[in-house]
């Protein structure tokens, strides 16, 4: 699959810019520009407009963009859609994620991050920057801890709530694996893996790569 992007945001200047920085200094190539929802779906009105991913304003003039998204999934369920917003909240993080965004980007990030969750994406796997990470995790924690309150009772390990792609990260870097070598083995970016062990450090109540180490010795068999 070639890397080809849709831009839709309603600031023709800020798509300018991206496109430029994205076209300089990556492989992706922007294939289409919309300024709307409506100019989105004229696009996609064109059977052989096939972009790999899809950079989504959530303020657009005549729809909200997390709901463009989920339209656009139920008729491309492939296209990898990116979050691209000033709005940078645990609800919109949350929702976005939801209907089937893969990655959430504040527009007042460097362009570097775009860049970053374009890659990620293009393989599969999801991306938060830096402030959108911050964010989703503050959130998860004050969540797992009003549910630890709520279920004392319960059989559910900390490692249960790690995803597929969580656990396998998860499981290399157990084996004393660099983060770049995570990276190599996956054939994912470093910036990814990185994302990848913040996120396992929070669900997980870990400090550092010793803990996650002893913390997989110990619950090796029940993992």
């Known amino acids: 699959m070639e890397k080809t992007v849709l831009l839709v945001d309603d600031h023709a200047m800020l798509r300018e810019g991206l496109k430029s920085f994205l076209e300089q200094n990556s492989e992706w190539r922007v294939i289409g520009e919309a300024g709307s929802a409506k100019e989105t779906w004229a696009l996609f009105a064109d059977q052989s407009f096939k972009p790999a991913a899809a950079i989504i304003d959530i303020s657009l003039p005549d729809r909200d963009g997390i709901e463009l998204v989920r339209s656009l999934l139920e008729q491309r369920g492939d296209l990898r ?15 976005a994620l939801q209907t089937g965004a893969l990655a ?7 362009s570097e991050e775009v860049l970053a969750a374009l890659d990620a994406v293009f393989t599969g796997n999801p991306y938060l920057d ?47 694996m660099t983060n770049a070598e995570i990276a190599e083995t996956m054939g994912i970016k470093l910036k990814t893996v990185e994302n990848y062990i913040s996120i396992i450090y929070q669900k997980l109540g870990l400090k550092n790569r010793y803990e996650l180490v002893v913390y997989a010795k110990n619950n090796g068999s029940r993992m």
Do not use: W
């Open 81 to 95: 859609c990116i979050m691209y917003s000033m709005h940078v909240t645990a609800e919109y993080i949350q929702t």
């Open 104 to 110: 959430y980007v504040s527009k007042s990030s460097p």
């Open 130 to 176: 830096g402030q959108a990470l911050k964010i989703h995790l503050a959130r998860y924690a004050l969540t797992r801890k009003t549910f630890s309150f709520r279920n004392d009772q319960t059989d559910e390990q900390p490692h249960d709530q790690l995803t597929f792609q969580e656990g396998r990260v998860f499981s290399l870097a157990s084996r004393n």
